[in-house]
């Protein structure tokens, strides 16, 4: 049988970089054929080229048989190929008919819009393929995992029968995920194909009919999941065996380091993101904040790293109020900081690796003397620094922006934990890192907890939160909803926590999802 699409020697290299070497796929009509890879493995770029946003060096694309080229997106589409990207491509203030017809416009006589005929349409493919959605509701009134939906229902109505999902689960519960599964299965039941783009290993296995490993540009071969588990697919990722299941140590959490009172914050849009949140974090212990992306997680990390001022509440740092004050007040009192966008909070990218391993220290011993800066103190420790955290890097003296993101990560790890500090607030650690960059990110964290540190870990990645966590705060429009000790959390009661579902209705078994 022809397959419906096929890459043929995809060769791109840029300056220095050998994207993709000579790479060979096939899929078959009405499979789901994940491709998985570490960050720049060279998957991103693949579909770059297969989606008209990148030229191949070399190699052909090849659509049931048929050679075409692939200058644009509109090339690509014309051809059957659509692409759900990992962030929406969604007008807020437009409703679902409007953004779906966008670029696709149906006129009636007099050149009016015919948004009843666009209406109808999406209407009928909702049905067809298990998309429930209103096409007369505005994009912003929308959950997340429908607004998804929405961007699904835009291919169809476009006639794509290839679709690529780019980390479609990123910002979605567990329970949101599995309902795409479903569509995902009924796209591929009744004749689309899919390429399914993800990092977490779990949900290849679970849905995908064929997985693709590519490494350093190159595939390194394709085998069902009936032949693979977890630990074989991230030994192909990373070419070494890697421990997805690292254990904690038992609990021994000792005096509160971290104490929140009635925390309000508002959001970049002046609105109420945080409403009198309360907790409190202990020395050897790991706080898990859980949530969909959204719901106050962002603002409440800010306020406790002095990166954003509060309207109301109390933030005691050692006993010491730090609400509202300066981040290098926050960190002379022995905070550490992972942030949650590493490039626009937690590294100066025009820096050398080495200007960035200092920036919490510059101005104190060993590395000042007076207002005068020992350089030649900043590259030893800095060498030392890169040794011990593995940061893969030419030199100290390498601006950090030529870096993977792993490797920026790991440079801001370095920096955070190298020192003496009492609490680390970790969000989003390992965002967009590969499986071994993770292992690397998780180990150190809770090496941080074994040495007595009191860490606030807050992340959208529910198998991160279990795994680490000794309790969960769950956090859903800006309250904390519940808090459960990690030997009582399993990922189904976390999951409807993050969906809204209350505490009680959980242990009653009365978990309907709150209306939209």
Avoid at 61 to 79: C, F, T, W, Y
Avoid at 85 to 99: C, S
């Amino acid at each position: 049988m022809t397959p419906v699409l096929e890459l043929r020697g995809i060769t791109k290299q840029f300056p220095g970089v050998l994207a993709n070497d000579h790479i060979d796929l096939k899929l078959e009509q009405g499979e789901i054929h994940a491709l998985l890879g570490e960050n720049g493995a060279g998957k991103t770029t693949l579909m770059n080229i297969l989606y008209g946003l990148y030229q191949p060096d070399e190699g052909d694309i090849l659509v049931r048989g048929e050679k075409i080229e692939v200058h644009s997106p509109s090339d690509a589409i014309a051809a059957g190929v659509g692409m759900v990207h990992q962030h929406f491509m969604l007008i807020p203030v437009f409703t679902v008919t409007e953004n779906v017809m966008l670029g696709a416009e149906v006129l009636r006589p007099g050149g009016f819009l015919d948004r009843q005929k666009a209406a109808a349409r999406i209407n009928e493919i909702s049905e067809q393929y298990r998309l429930a959605v209103d096409p007369h509701s505005m994009i912003k009134d929308l959950p997340v995992g429908v607004q998804q939906r929405v961007e699904i229902i835009k291919l169809l109505y476009r006639e794509a029968d290839i679709l690529i999902f780019d980390e479609p689960t990123a910002v979605l519960t567990p329970q949101e995920a599995d309902e795409l599964f479903k569509i995902m299965r009924s796209l591929t039941d009744q004749g689309k194909t899919i390429i399914f783009i993800t990092h977490k290993l779990r949900e290849v296995l679970a849905v995908a009919d064929h997985i693709t490993v590519i490494r350093r540009g190159t595939v390194i071969g394709t085998v069902v999941p009936a032949e693979a588990d977890q630990s074989s697919l991230a030994s192909m990722m990373v070419g070494r065996e890697v421990d997805l299941e690292l254990e904690r140590s038992p609990l021994n959490a000792d005096e509160v380091v971290l104490e929140v009172e009635n925390l309000i914050m508002a959001d970049d849009r002046h609105q109420v993101a945080v409403e009198g949140v309360s907790f409190e974090v202990r020395a050897g212990e790991i706080l898990g904040i859980a949530g969909v992306q959204g719901n106050g997680q962002t603002e409440l990390i800010e306020a406790v790293t002095g990166l954003r001022q509060p309207l109301g509440g109390i933030i005691r740092l050692l006993g010491q109020d730090i609400a509202g004050a300066p981040p290098r007040v926050v960190t002379e009192l022995g905070s550490a900081h992972i942030p949650e966008d590493r490039q626009r909070d937690g590294l100066v990218l025009s820096f050398p690796v080495m200007d960035n391993l200092i920036l919490a220290q510059y101005y104190l011993e060993p590395f000042a003397h007076g207002k005068v800066i020992d350089w030649q103190k900043a590259l030893e420790v800095s060498d030392q620094l890169i040794e011990k955290f593995d940061i893969r890097t030419p030199n100290a003296l390498t601006e950090v922006d030529s870096l993977s993101g792993g490797n920026q990560q790991k440079v801001i790890v370095a920096r955070e934990l190298s020192r003496p500090i009492k609490l680390l607030v970790a969000s989003q650690p390992t965002r967009g890192l590969d499986v071994g960059s993770i292992e690397y990110i998780h180990r150190q964290i809770l090496k941080g907890r074994d040495d007595g540190v009191a860490v606030l870990l807050a992340s959208t990645e529910l198998d991160e939160i279990l795994q680490l966590s000794d309790r969960i705060a769950v956090m859903y429009r800006g309250r904390i909803v519940a808090v459960v000790p990690s030997k009582e959390a399993t990922k189904e009661n976390i999951g409807l926590l993050m969906a809204g579902v209350s505490p009680e209705n959980i242990l009653t078994g009365a978990s309907d999802l709150p209306a939209s």
